[in-house]
């Protein structure tokens, strides 16, 4: 989980140096192998959220700057969403990688609570209609989505605001190269304070993948 923090930050750090905690250095205790440390550069936050504007251009940046090592949807180590790791291994196919991706989350959930066999019925259903209707389009009839790197977690708790520079500090991701729309999975939920209007910010400057009629129906799927 460390390494893939780590890396996580590191791949950051790549493409916004004044806008994250720049990782220093992970490994686990000499006295008790079970425990993990990672270390980053200090960063003194305000708690303040950023304004739509100021996360978007953040974000934009971070989109429009960065690519894929291999042109494939994944990243070179395992991450971690919590303690749900994610499916990283490169793929060529966007629809391919995310349905792996949730076909693990929904093992994950079952490792904890238990087999669910109507679940899994609806879920079955689920992978053979949505996932191809709402993912299928971005990469056939000559459309086309690029691999960039995306924070995998953000939300309002892991965006603050420096205390000198007062610029967007990222922290706490979970990195992988994916269709830039899966980072603003988590603006769907209302609990969060980066709401909708962050979503409606981020579209005004960079424009939502063709088909442009079935964004808000790929953020409801990527918010699961």
Not at 158 to 185: K, P, R, W
Request: glycine share 4%; charged share 25%.
């Amino acid at each position: 989980m460390a390494l893939g923090e780590f890396e996580s930050q590191k791949a950051l750090a790549q493409y916004l140096p004044n806008n994250t905690a720049a990782p220093l250095a992970f490994g686990t205790f000499e006295l008790d192998p079970s425990k993990s440390f990672f270390l980053t550069t200090y960063r003194e936050l305000k708690e303040k959220t950023p304004d739509p504007s100021q996360l978007v251009e953040i974000l934009a940046k971070l989109h429009n700057s960065s690519s894929s090592p291999t042109g494939k949807f994944g990243f070179h180590v395992t991450t971690f969403n919590g303690h749900v790791p994610l499916r990283n291994e490169w793929c060529d196919s966007w629809e391919e990688w995310y349905s792996r991706q949730l076909r693990s989350d929904i093992e994950w959930e079952h490792s904890v609570r238990g087999p669910d066999a109507e679940f899994d019925r609806v879920a079955e259903e689920f992978f053979k209609k949505v996932i191809p209707r709402l993912l299928r389009p971005l990469q056939s009839g000559g459309r086309t989505i690029r691999p960039v790197l995306v924070h995998g977690d953000m939300w309002h708790g892991n965006a603050q605001i420096d205390l000198d520079t007062d610029q967007v500090i990222l922290f706490d991701s979970c990195c992988c190269y994916a269709h830039n729309e899966l980072e603003l999975h988590m603006m769907r939920q209302p609990r969060y304070r980066f709401t909708q209007e962050y979503v409606n910010r981020y579209k005004e400057v960079i424009r939502p993948s063709e088909p442009v009629e079935d964004f808000d129906d790929r953020n409801a799927l990527y918010a699961m």
